[in-house]
C-alpha cells in the first residue's frame, strides 16, 4: 500500500467510522440537554446575527460587532465544500442525502451554540485583540493543557497549512479552466493578496469578511434561485425523491451492500458537517472575537451561520445539481458535477460564474482560516509566533497554485479530524456551563434586561 493508502484507510475510520456518530450524537444531546434552542429561539439567531446591520457604528468603533464575527465564521465554513462536497454527497449518497444534510444543519445549530458560548465565556484580551476559541476554553475551562495543546497543533496543520494549500488549489483549477491563467501566475497573485490581507490583522480580516461574504452568499443564491425557476416544472418531482429516498430501504444501486436509506444518512450527515463545521472547533475563533452583552448572544448567531451555509447554500447548490439532471451523470465528480448544471442553465456563462463563485468562496476561507490558526500560534508560542506562521501560510498558498496532491486533501480531512476529538470532549464536560449560562441568558431576558 502507498502512503496515501494508508491515509485514506485511516480517514475512513476516523470520519465515516467515528467521527461523525459522534458529531451527530453531540448534536442530538445538545438540542435535547438545552431543550431544542435552534426551533424554540430561531428567531433570536436572526435577531442578533443581522440586527447589527441596521445599527450605525459610532465614529472610530473599533470593537467586533455580532454581524462581523459571523461574517468571519462564514467566511470560512462557506467554501469548496459548499459546491463540491454537496455534488459529492448526492452522487455516492443519492437525492435522499439532501433531507440527511438538512437534518445535520437542524442538530449542529445546537452544537455550535454551545461552542460559541463558551468560546465567549473563555475568551482572553491579548496585546490589545480578542482571541478564543477552543483551545482557551478546553485549558481555561477545561483545564487540560495538553488537549489544548493537541487541538492547537492540530488546527494550525489543518487550517493554517495544508487546507489553505488545497483551497489555494482550488482558486488556480478555477482561473485555469475558465481563463486560462499559468498557475503560477494565480499562485503569485493570490499569495501576494493573502499576504496584504493578512498583515492587517483581525481588523482588516474581519471589515473584509464583512464585505465580501453577503456579497458572494447573495449573488450565488440568486443565480442558484434562476436555474430552480427556470426548471421550476421538476421541482415536485425533486422534492418527492429527496423524501422517498431519504427513507428509502431498497437496496442500494451498484451492488453497494446495504440500503438507499443507509448511503443517504451517511453521505447527507458527513458532508452537512464537514461543510457547516459544527462541532469541528473552527468557528469559535470568529465568534469570540465579538462584544456582545450575553455570551448566549453570540450562540445564537453562531447558528445563524449554519443556517447560511447548509440551509441556504448547499441546498441551491443540490437544487442546480438535482433540477438540472446533471445528478444522473456518473462520469463527473465533485465541482465538475455542479459546473455542469451551470453550464446546462446558462452555457458558457455559467462556467465562468461558477468559477468566480467558487474563487470568492475558497479565497474567504484561506483568509478566516488564517486567523483561526493565527489565534492558536499565540495561544502556543505569543505574538513572537506570528512573524514565522505569516511568510509560511503566503508560501503554503502559493505552492497549493502549482500542483494537486491527492495526499494532500487527504491529509487535510485527517488533520481535520484530529482536531475535532478534542473539541467534542471539552464541549461535553463543559456542558453544564453552557446550560447555566442559557438558563441565565433566558431568565435575564424574561426579566427585560436583555433585548429580544
Known sequence: MSPLDYVKAFNEFLWNSFLMYALLGVGIFYTVYLGFPQLRHLNL????????IFKKRKPGETKVNSFQALATAVAAQVGTGNIGGVATAIATG???????????????MSTIFSE???AQKYKKEYHGETVGGSAYYLYYG????????????????????????????????????????????????????VAVVIIGGQRRITALAELLVPFMAIVYILGSLIIIYMFADQLPHVLRTIFTDAFSLKSAAGGAAGTVMKYAIRYGVARGLFSNEAGMGSTPHAHA??????????????MAGVFVDTVLICTSTAFVIMLT?????????????????????????????????LIFFAFTTIIGWYMFAEMNIKFMFGKKGVRFYRPLVVLFVFLGCL??????????????GLMVIPNL????????????????????????????
Open 425 to 452: 470532549i471539552g464541549i461535553i464536560f463543559l456542558a453544564p456551563q453552557v446550560k447555566k449560562l442559557y438558563k441565565n441568558f433566558l431568565a435575564n431576558r424574561k426579566k427585560g434586561s436583555l433585548e429580544g
Open 45 to 52: 439567531a436572526f435577531k442578533y446575527a443581522f440586527g447589527p
Open 289 to 302: 472575537l465579538a462584544d456582545v452583552k450575553d455570551p448566549c448572544e453570540q450562540g445564537f448567531v453562531a
Open 116 to 118: 460559541a458560548v463558551l
Open 325 to 357: 439532471g446533471v445528478c444522473n451523470n456518473t462520469s463527473l465528480k465533485s465541482v465538475a458535477i455542479t459546473q455542469q448544471g451551470f453550464e446546462i442553465a446558462f452555457g458558457e456563462g455559467g462556467i465562468i460564474f461558477l468559477a468566480i463563485s
Open 403 to 416: 500542483f494537486a496532491a491527492d495526499l494532500v486533501w487527504e491529509l487535510a480531512d485527517s488533520f481535520n
Open 94 to 108: 443519492g437525492l435522499g442525502a439532501i433531507f440527511w444534510m438538512w437534518v445535520s444543519a437542524l442538530l449542529g
Open 142 to 193: 477545561l483545564g487540560s493543557k495538553w488537549l489544548a495543546v493537541f487541538f492547537s497543533i492540530a488546527i494550525v496543520l489543518a487550517l493554517g497549512f495544508v487546507g489553505n494549500m488545497v483551497q489555494a488549489n482550488s482558486i488556480s483549477i478555477a482561473l485555469t479552466n475558465a481563463f486560462n491563467i499559468p498557475s503560477w501566475v494565480i499562485g503569485i497573485v493570490l499569495a501576494a493578496i
